[in-house]
């Protein structure tokens, strides 16, 4: 403490810790100063107990740090909730009516009929008229009036006996909900928007034995575009084109949004799948670096480090021999003397997709920080390796140069993570280097000395990284010890 005062001065300090707390605050969103308030209370009580400011400066820092909380937390639990009581509702008149509709005269059942629905839209109303600011109101009437349109839709038409099948109710359902996104903006009924666009894609499904086209969805999957098309304007009117830090809702409608979409996207191509899947991993990437690369914590980051864990997991089976030659087999634009239209149309949307990534990355590259190279330009190292797999019949050439397009990224993944000292980065370039390891130990033919040999110069490297990452840690410690005289 003596120290310290000679050194800055008292009054210094306190200035200081106010100061770094303050610019901290101010560069972060709400939603990040929600995260770390609490963290940061408890540090200045600390502050205050070691004696290194006084008692009075640890209030005032702490007072401050709670002007600037964020309910967004509460918020959320207080939208999740009302959702599950509109569920719980919706579920529990459902049963008493399912219980006891053949006993109803017809009458009474077309009264039952109306009644869910005109109940949720009198709830929608009173969120339209008294509360239309209220997050709460707003998800849970939207939700509950979606669920009671489709419970009035299934009611009504079994009492009129209307002549429709399953997916025609299930198709009105979907056009009926669309608006809830808009006329109050409501995000949490999206996930079940999305479950009805996957079971009315399901029922129109139809199975083959082509290894090119395995499922036909015939209109359900062209409708099924159009409905993901009318959600999109919802989703970019939450996204904030102007910060890289988004709110918990958009990160909930990017989430959902790209895997569904990722999903379907590979029981939809006929051609060149590997590549779709490594292609559009990448422009969640660009899109998250672009637009969420501010976010604080390890799992608001997930649109960033997942599209990158997925693109990795499919280079690792790539570098695999039998996945390989599988893969090659049937899902190379080498094939394309094989190819039909639908094979042909996939194969000039992956081109304009991809096109467009690139293009946006190259136009725009001020705005894209710490992009890792060695992910963006995977798809280069797929089509080098249909190009190698058509001029060679030896797979080990393909294996070894996919092995060491691996290993150098795993490379860069720990210097990386080392120069912005982030531990998890550091760790995930480790990881890769295991998962290398280990593949090339199972799927390896050569003799178990060769082989024994081979696998002691891998664990040679690991002593290296040992010995990198000791000096790191070794300096970390001697500037914790230091003295300040």
Excluded at 193 to 198: D, R, T, V
Excluded at 352 to 376: P, S, T
Aim: glycine share 6%; with cysteine.
């Amino acid at each position: 403490m003596t120290n310290l005062g000679r050194l800055f001065g008292f009054m210094e300090l306190q200035t200081c810790i106010v100061e770094l707390l303050s610019c901290s605050i101010q560069k972060q969103t709400a939603m990040l100063r929600a995260d770390l308030s609490q963290y940061l209370v408890k540090f200045a009580e600390r502050l205050g107990e070691k004696e290194v400011i006084s008692s009075e400066s640890s209030i005032k820092i702490k007072k401050y740090l709670r002007s600037e909380e964020s309910p967004a937390y509460w918020n959320l639990f207080l939208i999740v909730s009302s959702i599950l009581g509109a569920l719980t509702v919706a579920a529990g008149f459902l049963v008493i009516v399912g219980e006891y509709w053949n006993d109803f005269p017809k009458g009474v059942k077309g009264f039952f009929g109306i009644l869910p629905v005109a109940v949720a839209a009198f709830f929608y109303y009173r969120m339209y008229t008294k509360y239309p600011l209220s997050g709460v109101w707003i998800e849970a009437t939207s939700l509950f009036l979606m669920l009671m349109m489709g419970a009035s839709l299934a009611l009504t038409s079994s009492t009129f006996e209307f002549e429709w099948e399953a997916d025609e109710g299930l198709f009105t359902w979907i056009v009926a909900t669309i608006p809830l996104f808009y006329v109050k903006r409501a995000s949490g009924i999206a996930y079940a928007y999305f479950a009805l666009l996957l079971v009315y894609l399901s029922m129109g499904a139809e199975f083959s034995f082509s290894m090119a086209s395995p499922i036909d969805f015939g209109t359900h999957g062209i409708w099924f575009w159009v409905f993901v098309l009318a959600f999109l304007p919802h989703y970019f009117m939450a996204l904030d084109r102007t910060k890289k830090v988004q709110e918990l809702r958009l990160m909930f409608l990017t989430l959902l949004l790209t895997s569904t979409v990722f999903s379907v996207l590979l029981m939809t191509v006929d051609s060149n799948r590997l590549l779709w899947i490594v292609t559009w991993n990448i422009g969640v990437y660009l899109f998250a670096q672009r637009f969420m690369s501010d976010h604080f914590w390890f799992w608001r980051r997930i649109m960033i480090w997942l599209p990158q864990l997925v693109i990795v997991t499919v280079l690792l089976f790539l570098s695999n021999r039998f996945f390989m030659m599988s893969t090659f087999r049937y899902d190379s634009f080498f094939n394309m003397d094989n190819w039909t239209g639908g094979e042909w149309y996939y194969f000039v949307l992956l081109l304009v997709f991809m096109a467009g990534i690139y293009y946006n990355y190259i136009k725009f590259r001020e705005h894209y920080e710490n992009i890792n190279q060695m992910v963006l330009f995977s798809p280069a190292l797929i089509v080098f390796l249909m190009i190698l797999d058509e001029m060679f019949d030896a797979w080990w050439i393909l294996s070894l140069v996919a092995n060491l397009y691996l290993l150098i990224l795993a490379v860069v993944i720990m210097v990386d993570g080392s120069e912005q000292n982030k531990f998890w980065r550091v760790s995930a370039g480790l990881l890769l280097y295991a998962a290398i390891v280990l593949f090339r130990f199972a799927d390896t033919n050569m003799g178990f000395f060769w082989k024994g040999f081979l696998f002691i110069g891998y664990g040679g490297v690991f002593f290296l990284i040992v010995m990198f990452m000791k000096e790191k840690v070794d300096r970390i410690h001697r500037n914790k010890h230091r003295k300040i005289d």
